[in-house]
């Protein structure tokens, strides 16, 4: 159990969360599109939003400003987040348009309202939960996706829905938040997936 549990932190670190939400779009949506042209972009997400912060976070740690992937710490918290919110704001610019890729650029317009709320919450002390805050998006996301495309996906919402028990058991059982931290990751997660769907459902 003690590994269940521990798994389902890196399994969905929030490092993925981009990509995983990409992917699962590509997955489901009905509209053709080339094959190589969803490998560049799925290529170029995973660029941007996992090694090239991979690879940061080993400078951030030679310079001492971090210790570890986990940042325990909430001041080590600051730098990661800025970078992020830099890099996602290079995937909105050039990599997805609201006129072609409409579902994804504002589900990345959510992950970037998303984490400067994290951001903000940093300068204020608290440090809410990323690993829920990025799983939660996800689950919203799959949920406009079924209504906009009107497809059937109870089943992989109700994967999500366990996902999110998931990965709040796991920081628990490991100590890495506190309840309100999860609560609050849940909603900074979900609230502005929920709020750009005016501009897309």
């Known amino acids: 159990m003690n590994y269940f549990l521990r798994i389902a932190a890196y399994i969905f670190h929030p490092l ?3 990509l995983l939400g990409a992917a699962i779009y590509y997955g489901i949506t009905p509209r053709f599109m080339e094959p190589q042209i969803v490998k560049a972009k799925l290529l170029a997400v995973s ?16 310079i001492k400003l971090i210790e570890s992937i986990h940042l325990p710490d909430v001041n080590q918290r600051k730098y990661p987040l800025m970078i992020q919110c830099l890099l996602l704001l290079i995937v909105i610019k050039m990599i997805f348009s609201p006129y072609d890729n409409v579902e994804m650029y504002y589900f990345f317009v959510g992950v970037l309202f998303s984490t400067i709320s994290a951001l903000i919450l940093v300068f204020l002390k608290f440090k809410v939960s990323l690993h829920q805050m990025g799983i939660a998006g996800v689950t919203m996301f799959i949920i406009a996706l079924s209504v906009h495309f009107k497809v059937n996906l109870l089943m992989g919402i109700a994967i999500f829905f366990f996902v999110n028990g998931w990965v709040a058991s796991s920081r628990l059982h490991t100590k890495s938040h506190t309840y309100p931290e999860l609560i609050a990751g849940f909603f900074i997660g979900v609230i502005p997936q929920l709020m750009m769907l005016n501009f897309w459902l």
């Open 16 to 18: 993925l969360i981009p």
């Open 47 to 62: 660029i941007i939003t996992l090694f090239i912060p991979l690879i940061t976070f080993f400078l951030l740690k030679n």
